[in-house]
């Protein structure tokens, strides 16, 4: 989700959720420790609970950065130990430390030991030449006798040469039977569940089964989905949101941002998965995405693409 959920994605995906745990994307140790890091960890309160997602592979920097978090505000600081793509393989960082359980084993410890919020780990079920469910289970193993009580598993193995990250999503076969008895041997441990996961109906469905449920990408192309997360999985009494609310308490954070001298569209890029499943939905997407570039009051653009949005 690099790119992808930044703090303004995340402040509009909290207008449509309470309860659900919101995940930055990933920040590397090297953009903490070497770069902006105020930029990395800014949020909003609103934001919370709210996950750090780390990518790294020396015990002593993830150990900084998990301190960073923690003085920030973060509720939880989660490794990434999935991502597949080449530029960050060239790093060691992601899925390729599926390979070194006992470095990723080091690096929990030194976080645990640096920090008192949870520090939790993100895997695949494997890499090629690393399948077995032996060693995912060795993996796991080792990651937990270093303290770490959560693990969120994206049911797939990942390639780590020739498949692109999109690939990486889609050609591997989702395996939720090897997630389900990972969770079976491992009763103690927090088994969240990832990949392929599009309706609150398979949520309702995986949650038979393990202790929580990640939407990534769909909740991303799909935000709306959120709406009714609260109600049905928190048990919540809130009455759900509608579009037309969620644009309306968005709007003074819009506007802020742009007063501020901030571009819209780092906002309204976000956004556009709001219109969906209604008529006039794609009018909604063109106007935030192709006439909003082009006008001279684009404030205006919003306004009016907000006005699709009136009852529903």
């Not at 890091?37 to 609970?49: C, G, I, K, T």
């Not at 270093?146 to 999109?166: Q, Y």
């Not at 202790?211 to 192309?221: F, P, Q, S, T, W």
């Not at 499943?277 to 794609?282: I, L």
Request: glycine share 8%.
């Amino acid at each position: 989700m690099m790119d992808w959920t930044d703090r303004h994605c995340r402040y509009f995906l909290r207008l449509l959720s309470r309860h659900t745990l919101l995940y930055t994307e990933m920040v590397t140790t090297g953009a903490l420790l070497h770069n902006d890091a105020e930029r990395f960890l800014r949020h909003d309160v609103s934001e919370h609970p709210l996950a750090l997602q780390l990518g790294g592979s020396d015990p002593a920097a993830l150990a900084a950065c998990a301190k960073l978090a923690e003085a920030a505000g973060y509720d939880e600081v989660n490794l990434n130990v999935g991502c597949p793509s080449d530029r960050v393989q060239n790093n060691m960082i992601g899925a390729c430390l599926m390979g070194h359980p006992g470095l990723v084993a080091d690096c929990v410890k030194a976080m645990i030991d640096a920090v008192q919020i949870p520090v939790t780990v993100k895997h695949r079920i494997g890499i090629n030449g690393r399948d077995s469910y032996a060693q995912l289970c060795d993996f796991v193993g080792q990651v937990r006798d270093a303290g770490c009580t959560s693990f969120t598993v994206h049911a797939r193995i990942a390639i780590l040469e020739g498949l692109s990250p999109k690939e990486n999503r889609e050609v591997p076969p989702l395996r939720y039977d090897v997630a389900a008895q990972l969770k079976q041997d491992f009763p103690d441990l927090e088994l969240v569940l990832n990949g392929g996961i599009k309706t609150l109906e398979a949520c309702h469905l995986h949650l038979q089964t393990f202790d929580g449920v990640m939407l990534g990408r769909e909740a991303y192309h799909n935000p709306y989905l959120l709406a009714e997360v609260d109600q049905q999985l928190f048990d919540s009494q809130a009455p759900v949101i509608s579009r037309s609310e969620v644009m309306a308490r968005l709007m003074p954070y819009l506007v802020a941002h742009v007063e501020a001298g901030g571009a819209i569209h780092h906002i309204t890029r976000h956004i556009l998965g709001l219109g969906q499943g209604f008529p006039g939905a794609r009018r909604f997407r063109q106007l935030l995405s192709a006439d909003i570039h082009k006008a001279a009051a684009p404030l205006q653009v919003v306004e009016q693409a907000a006005q699709l949005l009136q009852g529903r």
